[in-house]
């Protein structure tokens, strides 16, 4: 029985989430294979052989790989999904891209979203917005596994010495191509893997009060920002830094929430935070049950006080 867990990457370098669902593989027993498939990725191929735990890199390189096109990057996948007993995803936009591909293919059920692994076939996962914890046996020969990051540890970056093995890649599918991609550049710690972030909700009234109250603290701390979607559906904040269910999953050290009243969608996207800080003016706010400190004041007061006592 062995895993192979997909890496996420950017052909230079291994992106974090590859690092937890790593470590959710190894709970699955056996061994661990990572496959990078990607173009010119020899970089991103050493980097991955460079994780603890990992025994084996595949690496895959061709043009139609160079922008993880998910119908060439399933072909990939599927190519060597035989030698599997379990095959992992990180739970991310292109994890979840590729994962449901592989299943359907394979005429298997996927397991989605899995935050702990409690035998090699049964696995816990959340529903109903987190309110509820599902455990679910698979008896499928082969698993295809998304993995929410924020539910393992990472593996160590460093301290491994898998072997880098070099595979055929699988011939262009010739469904899709790459036209070009608008990056949003942040100086920011990026909002997945920042170890602080400070969330604003819509009692900051406009995105020019977002900015002005929450950049100070944000600099300050040096942390990311985050938003809840009421924040951004009404234009305070772009969508790129949603927390919650239908934005980015977070799990930092810290999480400060400022006038974010916490609504059941946006508590599924924190709420495993390691210290949560919610400041609100409201005393019923909902944010307040799951805050390890909650402060009940005016957000346009307190926040610069904190600034100007950091």
């Known amino acids: 029985m062995s895993a192979l867990v997909i890496a996420e990457h950017d052909n230079a370098s291994i992106k974090g989430a590859t690092l937890n669902t790593v470590t959710a593989a190894l709970a699955c027993g056996g061994e661990v294979h990572v496959l990078v498939a990607g173009h010119n990725a020899a970089a991103a191929a050493a980097a991955a052989a460079q994780i603890a735990g990992v025994s084996k890199v595949i690496h895959a390189d061709s043009d139609g790989l160079a922008h993880g096109l998910a119908e060439n990057v399933a072909a990939q996948v599927l190519a060597i999904a035989s030698n599997y007993s379990h095959i992992l995803f990180p739970a991310t936009a292109a994890g979840k891209n590729v994962a449901p591909r592989v299943a359907a293919k394979l005429d298997v059920a996927q397991i989605s979203e899995i935050t702990k692994v409690d035998s090699p076939d049964t696995f816990e996962r959340p529903i109903y917005a987190g309110n509820a914890i599902a455990t679910v046996q698979s008896t499928d020969a082969t698993k295809v596994i998304t993995v929410r990051a924020t539910g393992f540890d990472a593996a160590a970056a460093t301290g491994g010495s898998a072997v880098v093995e070099n595979a055929a890649a699988q011939a262009d599918s010739g469904k899709s191509s790459f ?132």
């Open 179 to 310: 036209k070009g991609s608008e990056i949003a550049k942040n100086d920011r710690p990026e909002l997945t893997a920042a170890k602080i972030i400070v969330s604003g909700g819509r009692a900051l009234g406009s995105a020019e009060k977002f900015n002005e109250v929450m950049t100070p603290l944000a600099d300050k701390l040096g942390a990311a920002i985050g938003a809840s979607r009421a924040a951004v559906d009404a234009g305070y904040a772009a969508n790129d830094l949603q927390v919650g269910q239908t934005g980015k999953i977070v799990a930092p050290q810290l999480y400060v929430a400022c006038g974010i009243s916490g609504a059941i969608q946006h508590l599924a996207g924190m709420k495993d935070s390691k210290v949560i800080v919610a400041i609100n003016k409201d005393p019923e706010a909902p944010i307040f049950s799951v805050a390890d400190f909650g402060l009940e004041a005016d957000l346009f007061v307190a926040v610069p006080e904190l600034v100007n006592a950091l």
